[in-house]
């Protein structure tokens, strides 16, 4: 308790000392919006995940495997359809025809999960979607550990029109 009271003290200040560096009030009054700072009062916001209050948890148990594709053939996870438990982790690697990612569907995971699942996607691009993964050999790894049991739809954002879909069932 005491170190996250200091990241919340840091984080203030650094906040508070990018605000007064800046010369010009409108610029200042104009960045501060996006910043989206947590309330000061959230103690469970160390990762400031903007979906919810939930912190990361790492996996406890086995690593899937999934293989981003397209080729000739489309474009495609593989598999398509995943069944792990609770604390496992799914590894999302491009193998082929990049840029791939992966966004959940925000409307059909599980009552409960978005702010758990929010929280154990590194370095999102918007809530629950990845960042896109441009070359071959990059991996994106998202861990099931703290959320509800259930089936996660998702898909990939530059080919969600392709047909690029999947689904993780959490047993
Ligand atoms: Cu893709």
């Known amino acids: 308790m005491r170190n996250l009271g200091r990241g919340v003290i840091a984080g203030a200040f650094l906040a508070a000392a990018c605000g007064g560096g800046a010369k010009n009030a409108d610029t200042s009054a104009a960045a501060a919006p996006p910043a ?23 996996a406890t148990g086995k690593t899937w495997e ?13 598999p398509a359809s995943l069944n792990i438990k609770v604390g496992d982790a799914v590894k999302f690697t491009v193998v082929s025809g990049p840029p791939h990612n992966v966004s959940f569907y925000a409307d059909s ?12 996607m590194p370095s999102p691009m918007s809530p629950l979607t990845s960042p896109l993964f441009n070359n071959p050999g990059e991996a994106y790894t998202v861990s099931f550990a703290g959320v509800p049991k259930g089936a996660y739809k998702f898909f990939c954002t530059p080919h969600q029109a392709l047909g690029m879909h999947g689904q993780i069932t959490v047993q």
């Open 66 to 78: 999934v293989k981003m594709v397209g080729d000739a053939s489309g474009y495609k996870y593989d």
């Open 36 to 58: 989206a700072q947590p309330a000061p009062g959230a103690t469970a916001a160390a990762g400031g995940a903007a979906a919810g209050t939930a912190t990361a948890m790492a």
């Open 109 to 120: 995971i599980p009552a409960g999960a978005q702010a758990q699942l929010a929280a154990n």
